[in-house]
Structure formats: C-alpha cells, structure tokens
C-alpha cells in the first residue's frame, strides 16, 4: 500500500488512465486488495501481514513539508489512505486475521522515516484490521500514549521492542519494563515482536547471523511475562 507517490502525482500531473480522478484510484487498489485477500484465503491462508508504510511517510517531518509544498493537507492525504485500508478489508473472510505493519523502513538497518505516531495514531485505530505492528525499537517512535485508543477494541497491539536494526542486544528486563509499560496504556490485548524484520532488503542489515539469533532467542525468553 505504498500510495503515497501516485497519490502526490496526481497533484502535478494527469496520469494516463486516471487523470485527477482520485476517488477511482482509491476504489480500484482498494478492490485490487480484495481479491488478492480472496485468493490467498482460497489457497488456505488464514493469517495476512501487510506491512504498510504509507502512515509512517506522515508521521515524518522532513516528507511533511513536501506535501504541504504541493498544497495538500495532511488530513487529507490520511483520508485518503484510510479509505484504501477500509475497501481493502470491506470483504474480509470471517475465518481469516489480518494485521499490518507500521515500517519505518529498513535499509541496511538505516530507517527512512523518523517521528511520533500522535497524528495517525487516532485515524489508523479506526481500520478493521485485527492486529498492528508498532516499531518501538528507539527514541523516534515516542511514548506509547496514542496507542490508548485500541485500549477498547479487539485489536491486538503488537509492540516491537526488539532491534532488528543495530547489533545491540536487548536485555530480558528492558524489555519486559517498556512491555508492561505500553500494557498499561494499551490494556491486555497486546504481544511482542522484533521492531521489522532481520532482512528487509536482499542485502541484509548489518547484523552478524549470531547476534540475530541471540535477539530471537531472546523474544522467546520473554514468553515469562507475556
């Protein structure tokens, strides 16, 4: 769901096919996503992951102030991509979870985007899915205090306390200190992962192979608090 170029284009530009049509482009990759989700729920999968970086293009500053300079409204542009999510996930199988990932992107263990999820944190609650991933991995992503508002559904927050970025390990009670910190904002329908994955790229992040294994064996020694 990286929609965030064409969308911006649309401004500049008419593009071949749509034009300034925007609510045609929200109704057709909505409608692309439905029957990918249809397919793989044909072909047995029960559980979907999709790892979405289109919020977080928001919550940076620096990206900001492009779309500004083009004359869009951030509030306008996270409509947009809310509408998407919501069409997307409009015929949802009934047996089938989906959760997404809020990436902050990881190349080589060097992010894209930097910032606090306090503007988007409101607008993405409200989306069907049935569970979200949140990098909480450093100082960027803030507290866990805009999360409070799943407090009341039945989402689960995943939190992603574990670096996949740096070679620093985790230790086992600075983990389940900020855990039980984001539980006590987010309340009981919360579990843990590693903030991304080991390898989001073909090239890998600079983490030696055994300093990753300590970090997964480490996530499984948290299953003490969970």
Request: with cysteine; net charge negative.
């Amino acid at each position: 769901m990286i929609l965030v170029d064409h969308f911006l284009q649309l401004g500049i530009k008419d593009t071949p096919y749509y034009g300034n049509d925007i609510d045609q482009v929200i109704e057709d990759i909505g409608t692309a996503f439905q029957a990918a989700i249809q397919d793989l729920y044909d072909h047995d999968c029960r559980y979907l992951q999709i790892d979405d970086t289109s919020w977080t293009y928001m919550i940076d500053d620096a990206f900001n102030e492009k779309v500004f300079a083009l004359g869009y409204k951030k509030e306008e542009i996270l409509d947009w991509f809310s509408r998407v999510s919501k069409k997307a996930l409009e015929h949802k199988p009934e047996r089938m979870a989906i959760a997404t990932h809020f990436c902050k992107g990881n190349f080589k263990g060097n992010p894209l985007f930097s910032g606090f999820y306090d503007s988007v944190a409101e607008v993405i609650s409200k989306l069907p899915y049935d569970g979200f991933f949140v990098e909480y991995d450093d100082e960027r992503s803030g507290s866990f205090e805009p999360w409070k508002v799943l407090k009341d559904t039945d989402a689960t927050f995943v939190v992603g306390l574990i670096s996949t970025k740096n070679t620093v390990l985790e230790t086992h009670d600075d983990i389940k200190k900020r855990y039980l910190e984001a539980k006590s904002v987010v309340g009981d329908n919360i579990a843990l992962s590693p903030q991304c994955g080991f390898a989001s790229v073909e090239e890998g992040n600079s983490i030696a192979e055994e300093i990753q294994w300590k970090k997964i064996d480490l996530l499984v020694s948290c299953q003490d608090f969970l």
